[in-house]
């Protein structure tokens, strides 16, 4: 069975610091693993995926995340986190393919100015 | 972009009636929808797969004739929560793709059921 655990339910950073949101998930398959990102009254956005090719995935607005089998992790990081990127964050595991089956419950990210 | 939209976004209903839940995709054909809930405090959890056309895939655990899924066009499928009672008062949420390796999923905004 798949699970996936968001460490942090909310995180607060200054504008410009980096920003860390942590993930750890368990799977008995080779898992496909995504963060999604949603905004206040908007839908599920997808911000990068892990499909078994190279553990550091680069997805859009600057987020990156590394897969680490060792670690059962798979960790969203961002350089300099913009007053934009405020809003909540689902780390999610599936089956290999593209259908994303357990979400974790979300890590809300505020950015103070 | 691609946009899913979904209806209604909250629907409060009596014990032991049917509530009908819609998800369309706007300006895309999609071949594959995608229906999850989620439970107070819990994650969200992929309850079936709809295929146009064809029946749908139902996660383990998940009842086929307490949520009927429809996908009878490319632009629409609806989950029926049939008999609802309390115990399936959730979050609701469909996305979108079409039948294309690595085609992204587009959400709805999901639907809040409450069964009184």
């Known amino acids: 069975a798949q699970s996936v655990t968001q460490l942090d339910s909310h995180v607060s950073v200054s504008e410009g610091t980096p920003v860390l949101l942590r993930c750890n998930y368990s799977s008995s398959y080779s898992p496909s693993l995504f963060w999604y990102v949603q905004h206040p009254n908007k839908g599920l956005q997808l911000l990068l995926k892990?499909?078994?090719?190279?553990?550091l995935v680069k997805g859009i607005n600057g987020f990156e995340a590394e897969f680490k089998k060792s670690e059962t992790s798979f960790h969203l990081t961002k350089p300099s986190a913009h007053m934009s990127d405020a809003a909540e964050y689902f780390c999610?595991?599936?089956?290999?393919?593209?259908?994303?089956?357990?979400f974790g419950k979300g890590t809300r990210l505020s950015v103070i100015a | 972009g691609a946009v899913v939209s979904q209806h209604p976004s909250r629907v409060i209903c009596k014990s032991g009636t049917s509530v009908k839940i819609e998800c369309r995709s706007l300006?895309?054909?999609?071949?594959?929808m995608f229906w999850y809930r989620q439970f107070p405090k819990q994650s969200l959890m992929l309850m079936a797969t709809?295929?146009?056309?064809?029946?749908?895939?139902?996660e383990q655990g998940v009842e086929k004739d307490k949520f009927l899924i429809n996908h009878a066009s490319l632009t629409l499928s609806t989950l029926t929560v049939t008999s609802a009672h309390p115990e399936d008062s959730s979050f609701y949420i469909c996305s979108a793709s079409v039948r294309r390796e690595n085609s992204p999923l587009h959400f709805g905004n999901g639907t809040r059921l409450t069964v009184t």
């Open positions: 709809s295929n146009e056309g064809s029946k749908a895939t139902y």
């Open positions: 892990y499909t078994s090719a190279a553990t």
């Open positions: 300006d895309f054909q999609a071949t594959t």
């Open positions: 999610v595991v599936s089956r290999t393919g593209n259908t994303p089956l357990v």
